[in-house]
């Protein structure tokens, strides 16, 4: 316990004296602590990334889960504006070209898979808040531990004004992609540009590229407070410090705004000439890189600010909207208070009044149907239209009959049938049916020796599901058959009764309930029967 | 509404006091009235998304003498209107002898001849009221979006039935009613006695069930442009429109209070919202899922 302890004690607070006598760190001694720990907290869903993709089935090592991670926050950040997100198809798409780079041989499909896979795992599609926690302990007041859930969130998906779902990065997000961590919006931004400006002046443009995307992510942050702090004031302009925290803000922004448009035409202007002044190839191609990513955080500015200057009057608006909104007789009516609640014990009589007069009046209007005649008569007498849209007409098939290539015919089929139509007291031998067969026809041997070895195994499943009378079975009793076509076992042919009735009855239990009257043998059909048991 | 009455019995009448106006209108304006009154007439028909329509409303809103007229052929119809703005459109509803107007008989044929079912299929728009609008300044706020699902409108109204049960059992109430005066019976009862689901051939709905009942009303307000909906989860998720609100506001919701007032029932709340989280140990009572919009 004390070794635990104490490890957790020398980092919190290093110049504590004896552990005894160690009075209670303040909450303030332990923020810096917590924050650093949280912000470590949002890099584990990246370092998680990399430590699960092997357990994901497939061979995936090759892939660097992290750095797609990051790319797809990169992704998000650069894409959402004011009003909506990012596409999550867009994001996926725009991953994997850097997926595919990681495994040019692999399947495009897995390549899309991996993308998907890593959003998903950012979004943490499978948790129920779709969010990540980490805990930290801090100390109380009282000096006691106390440990706290942090619960973050990467990327988050908020639904776009036509339904559909977009995704924003949070400033935790933010932050990880930055890897400033807990730092001001605003210093941030003057080191950035500060840094920016000297990398550019010394021709150091890989560097110079970084700083400046590092300075568009800030600006992206500044855009996204200011954009919640407008949405709230939409909702309830109470929520939100008008008094002080958003003009202070807005001013600050402003001024932000102003100082970084010089900045960065500044700045557009050195690599302007830098890239054109270039003579490697590869710092002409980065010169101009920058020169977009410039251009584009000019936009963004220019963006932040057409929006601060509507601060103050959407301001404006929403208070003499919500603050001076009539709030009159109107307001007064609570639907479950004044109508549901009281309804509800009253005699269905009286309720039915009530229930009426809201359904006359609640249900909305229906534009009443008619049909004219004149159009009734048209609408009939009209042909239908010739439609083009159908393709090409269907050519006429050529039918060509097929030659009746039956072994027997239907006839013979059916004196078969008729001779082995046996009563269920007098089985036969197979012998006998043969002779008798090729007395009216030669070739109908063939078709009652066929049935006679069908029945040998006696469809019993399908007799009894489909609760049939009788079925025809043939029994082996070790007789050799003697005849001039034919050989084997001179099989017993006979007909047994099926207690329909009783079948139905316990078709559940499922045991053919047979009534083995027709075995005069008895003894060769008894085991049959047991032995053809229908599946079960 | 009693201007408009005035105004279609002497449609002249308006523009004569005010002579600059009178000379404007013409055959062309009264089509153009006519044509927005139509446009109001397709409920589902939003201004954002037809622009002769939208053409119409500003029209409407900036020139009085044109809105005049157009209110005017509106009442003449016999139609209420509720509003005239870009976010509703034209919104009107229909005066009680219009032949717009949605009859009970029409709506559903069982509920003509027995008085149990007319009573449910009431409640059920009532409820999915009171259940988009859980506050009363969900009523009054412009901008609220309301959202409902069916089983949770079901679920909803069970729970206050039950409520009411258990307040009965605990007085010791015997609250069956007399076989010969099945009209005196606690409109609860009826709600509780209909089963809340039940297993068809076909896997739909079944109709006469309290959750079937439901989802004919909001089925029903959904080709009145009332509801929109956005999913089948809970028995079919669905969202208000400004028109819905209205419609609730300035005519169903007075007209069943004034008819609650005539039959001696004042009731009595403090203006703030009487639908409540529940307590903890009733929580685990409610249905899962049934997304019950309790509000503190």
Redesign the interface.
């Known amino acids: 316990m004390r070794p635990h302890n104490l490890c957790v004690v020398t980092v919190t607070v290093p110049h504590q004296h004896g552990s005894a006598a160690r009075p209670a760190p303040g909450p303030a001694a332990d923020e810096g602590l917590a924050r650093r720990l949280k912000a470590l907290a949002c890099t584990a869903p990246l370092h998680d990334l990399d430590a699960r993709k092997a357990n994901l089935a497939g061979e995936y090592g090759v892939y660097a889960m992290a750095e797609v991670a990051l790319a797809a926050i990169d992704l998000v950040t650069l894409n959402m504006d004011f009003d909506t997100g990012a596409d999550h198809d867009q994001i996926v798409h725009r991953l994997l070209p850097r997926v595919a780079a990681q495994a040019p041989r692999r399947d495009p499909a897995e390549h899309e898979r991996v993308a998907r896979w890593v959003l998903e795992n950012l979004i943490n599609v499978g948790s129920v808040d779709r969010g990540f926690r980490a805990v930290y302990g801090t100390f109380g007041p009282d000096g006691a531990y106390v440990r706290r859930d942090y619960d973050f969130k990467l990327i988050e998906e908020v639904a776009g004004p036509g339904g559909s779902i977009y995704l924003r990065t949070t400033d935790e997000a933010v932050n990880v992609l930055v890897g400033a961590l807990d730092t001001d919006v605003t210093s941030a931004q003057i080191a950035a540009e500060v840094k920016l400006e000297v990398l550019v002046a010394r021709g150091r443009l890989a560097d110079a590229q970084l700083a400046a995307e590092q300075a568009r992510y800030r600006t992206v942050q500044y855009a996204e407070t200011l954009r919640r702090a407008l949405e709230a004031t939409r909702r309830n302009v109470r929520a939100v410090d008008w008094l002080r925290t958003v003009p202070d803000m807005i001013d600050e922004a402003l001024d932000h705004v102003a100082d970084r448009y010089r900045h960065e035409n500044a700045i557009l202007t050195n690599i302007r000439k830098a890239r054109d002044e270039a003579e490697e190839p590869d710092n002409k191609r980065r010169a101009a890189e920058l020169v977009d990513i410039v251009k584009d955080c000019i936009r963004r500015h220019t963006q932040l600010q057409s929006r601060l200057l509507e601060a103050g009057p959407l301001f404006r608006a929403e208070q003499d909207r919500q603050s001076f909104a009539a709030p009159p007789a109107r307001s007064g009516l609570d639907l479950y208070g004044h109508l549901v609640a009281p309804v509800l014990p009253l005699p269905v009589e009286h309720a039915t009044r009530v229930t009426d007069a809201f359904f006359a009046r609640g249900t909305g209007l229906r534009t009443p149907v008619s049909v004219r005649l004149a159009d009734l008569v048209d609408g009939l007498l009209t042909p239908p239209v010739e439609r083009e849209h159908l393709g090409v007409a269907m050519p006429e098939p050529d039918l060509v009959a097929t030659p009746d290539d039956s072994r027997f015919s239907d006839e013979q089929l059916d004196s078969a049938l008729a001779l082995l139509d046996l009563p269920h007291d007098a089985p036969r031998r197979l012998s006998g049916l043969l002779a008798e067969a090729r007395r009216t026809d030669p070739e109908l041997p063939y078709l009652v020796a066929l049935l006679a070895v069908h029945a040998a195994s006696p469809p019993v499943g399908t007799a009894y599901r489909q609760g049939e009378q009788r079925l025809l079975f043939a029994v082996d009793d070790g007789t050799q058959l003697d005849d001039v076509e034919f050989g084997g076992a001179d099989l017993i042919v006979g007909t047994a009764r099926l207690d329909a009735v009783g079948m139905a009855a316990d078709r559940a239990p499922a045991r053919p309930a047979f009534e083995d009257r027709g075995s005069g043998g008895g003894a060769p059909t008894a085991p049959t029967n047991r032995n053809q048991e229908p599946p079960q | 509404m009693t201007d408009h009455r005035e105004a279609e019995a002497a449609p002249a009448q308006p523009e004569a006091a005010s002579p600059g106006a009178s000379a404007g209108v013409t055959a062309a304006d009264a089509a153009d009235a006519a044509r927005l009154v139509s446009f109001g007439?397709?409920?589902k028909l939003l201004p954002a998304r037809d622009a002769e329509y939208a053409e119409l409303i500003r029209r409407h809103r900036e020139d009085p003498p044109f809105a005049r007229l157009a209110d005017a052929v509106a009442a003449g119809l016999g139609?209420v209107v509720l509003e005239v703005s870009p976010r509703a459109g034209m919104a009107?509803?229909?005066a009680?002898d219009?032949?717009?107007?949605?009859r009970?008989g029409?709506?559903s044929r069982r509920a003509a001849s027995d008085?149990?079912d007319?009573?449910l299929?009431?409640?059920a728009?009532?409820?999915t009221?009171?259940m988009a609008?859980?506050?009363?300044?969900d009523?009054?706020d412009?901008?609220y979006i309301g959202r409902i699902t069916v089983n949770g409108v079901d679920a909803f109204?069970r729970q206050?039935?039950r409520r009411?049960e258990e307040t009965a059992d605990a007085q010791g109430e015997n609250t069956d009613p007399a076989s010969d005066a099945?009209?005196?019976?606690?409109?609860?009862?009826?709600?509780v006695r209909r089963s809340a689901t039940g297993a068809t051939k076909d896997a739909r709905r079944l109709a006469g069930s309290t959750t079937g009942i439901v989802g004919k009303a909001v089925a029903?307000?959904v080709?009145?442009?009332?509801l929109q909906r956005?999913g089948d989860e809970a028995g079919g998720t669905y969202r208000t429109t400004a028109?819905y609100q209205l419609?609730?506001?300035?005519?169903?919701?007075?007209?069943?209070?004034?008819?609650?007032l005539e039959?001696g029932?004042v009731?009595v709340?403090d203006?703030s919202?009487?639908?409540l989280p529940p307590d903890d140990a009733e929580a685990t009572d409610l249905v899962a899922d049934a997304g019950l919009p309790f509000h503190s």
């Open positions: 007439l397709q409920p139609l009107v509803a229909a009680e219009s032949v717009f107007a949605v009970m029409d709506y008085a149990g007319r009573f299929h009431g409640l728009h009532l409820a009221a009171a609008f859980p506050r009363p300044e009523l009054a412009d901008g109204v206050a039935c009411l099945p009209g005196l019976e606690a409109a609860w009862r009826v709600y029903f307000l080709d009145s442009g009332f956005t028109r419609q609730v506001r300035d005519m169903a919701g007075n007209a069943a209070m004034a008819e609650l039959l029932v009731p709340t203006g919202a009487t639908l």
